[in-house]
């Protein structure tokens, strides 16, 4: 077997240059801008982890093969410890056509007839076929009528002909010349399934695994989350974040409850229980400030992680909602996708930052907080068509970036306007779209709320919960609850 270990797989991983993508579910990930070899890591680092989750069919193993002679196989499915599938990747800009996709098969077909120990079982394995685009219909139509298309094909005199130039294709065939093994190759081709992941399929599981989409792709954030930042760390800077109300009343009461006034210190933004007044005059001025600097860094860094949350959840849904179920369907033209993301975020962020200041001031310091629906897409649709327009003019002057990126908005736009002559168009693509679109980020806005509560809380004990039981299965089952959600990711 020419398996190869975790440090070489991790050691591959490391290349310097990593395709531009762009984190907004308007496309599918470049696959095709990778190289051959990066999109086998890919496909294999991709599996693995939903054979661990034990998401991926009934298999409970996967091997990636080395680069050369790999048989027809770029990773090797068991079930336990039985060679019972393949995956065969295959990046190219275009679609798999039918005899591409044939000739693939009938390659296999001729190293399982090499060598038995690659196909153990004819009618337990599973051929996958990994295109980094996608396939034609005809290819299309193969593989979802596998059993019954591949019966048809056999008997077609094209059939013979594929395996006469696969045998003269692969110096690894030449005893195959003298006398072709058509039979056998039926055989195993009638027995095998076969199915496939294009790049839909595989942008699918990819942007349920960011942190896997970052080791292959320079990844582009549609929401500027430094802004977003700098908002709240203003608003804590001046009027600073309530941070003390109980998370489970019960337990803060058995431990705050016999505490005298003397040892409570409120201050407003935080309170402090147990602590004597004596103390913090101990440690006032330039310690204490900093000692409360610290507490609002917590409070900063929790709001960050919010809104990259709401930001990760905006990207899965849209793509889920409304690339798969609308826009890969024809319901909707990709320039209008452009609004979801960015007024999910006005709206949902909202949420975080609004609890970091005072509401009278929340107006002024982030405006689109007093608009309504209908005025915020008309403010967000008015900034598309202005960007729209210049690059339609074809005025670049606003993408900022270098080349590389600016040259890779410019074609993100061409795609985005595909079949529009002008902002004419798009504003009459545009306001038939959104009626379907509102409905559906009024679905996604209520979903992902769920996931935000409102009020939100941080309490810091000392460390006598270790002695405390109760403490400690508690700790115990929030461990378990957030491995669980791990798993399930």
Do not use: W
């Not at 002679?69 to 679609?95: F, M, P, V």
């Not at 980094?132 to 298309?149: Q, V």
């Not at 349920?208 to 709240?232: G, P």
């Not at 905006?314 to 996708?337: A, D, M, N, P, W």
């Amino acid at each position: 077997m020419n398996k190869i270990a975790k440090e070489q797989i991790e050691n591959e991983l490391l290349g310097t240059y990593k395709p531009l993508t762009i984190e907004s579910g308007i496309t599918s990930f470049p696959f095709s801008d990778l190289s051959d070899r990066e999109f086998e890591l890919l496909s294999y680092l991709l599996m693995k982890e939903k054979i661990e989750a034990k998401s991926f069919k009934d298999f409970t193993d996967i091997a990636l093969m080395q680069g050369v002679a790999e048989r027809g196989r770029d990773c090797t499915l068991y079930k336990n410890g039985t060679i019972s599938g393949l995956i065969q990747c295959k990046k190219y800009q275009a679609r798999v056509t039918k005899p591409q996709l044939l000739k693939e098969l009938i390659k296999f077909a001729l190293f399982a007839i090499k060598d038995c120990k690659i196909l153990p079982n004819r009618e337990d394995f599973k051929y996958f076929i990994f295109v980094s685009y996608d396939l034609t219909e005809p290819a299309l139509t193969l593989i979802k009528s596998y059993k019954s298309e591949i019966k048809n094909e056999i008997l077609e005199n094209s059939f013979i002909s594929y395996v006469e130039d696969v045998v003269k294709e692969y110096e690894s065939f030449s005893q195959f010349l003298i006398s072709l093994p058509i039979q056998d190759i039926r055989d195993i081709l009638v027995k095998i399934e076969v199915d496939y992941y294009n790049s839909t399929d595989l942008s699918r599981e990819l942007n349920s695994n960011i942190k896997i989409a970052q080791s292959f792709f320079k990844i582009l954030s549609v929401i500027d989350i430094e802004n977003a930042d700098n908002v709240i760390r203003k608003a804590l800077d001046d009027y600073g974040l309530k941070m003390l109300t109980d998370n489970d009343l019960k337990l803060l009461q058995e431990r705050i409850g016999k505490i005298e006034d003397k040892d409570r210190i409120n201050l407003g933004f935080v309170d402090f229980f147990g602590y004597s007044a004596e103390f913090f005059k101990f440690i006032k001025g330039k310690e204490l400030e900093k000692l409360l600097k610290n507490i609002v860094e917590v409070s900063i860094i929790l709001n960050k992680q919010q809104l990259e949350f709401i930001q990760a959840q905006i990207h899965e849904q849209i793509f889920e909602k409304i690339t798969i179920e609308l826009l890969s369907r024809g319901e909707i033209h990709v320039f209008s996708v452009g609004i979801a993301a960015p007024y999910l975020f006005n709206r949902l962020s909202l949420k975080v930052i609004s609890k970091t200041m005072p509401q009278t001031m929340l107006p002024d310091i982030y405006p689109y907080s007093k608009l309504t629906k209908k005025e915020l897409i008309n403010e967000i649709s008015s900034q598309l068509y202005e960007s729209s327009e210049k690059v339609m003019n074809r005025d670049y002057s606003r993408l900022a970036g270098d080349a590389e990126t600016v040259n890779f908005k410019i074609n993100l736009y061409e795609h985005m306007h595909i079949g529009l002559n002008n902002i004419d168009d798009a504003k009459k693509v545009f306001e038939r779209d959104i009626k379907i679109l509102l409905p559906v980020l009024d679905e996604i806005e209520k979903n992902i709320s769920k996931l935000i509560p409102e009020d939100k809380t941080v309490v810091i004990k000392d460390g006598s919960f270790f002695d405390n039981e109760l403490d400690i299965s508690l700790l115990k089952k929030t461990l378990n609850k957030i491995e669980d959600n791990n798993e399930q990711n």
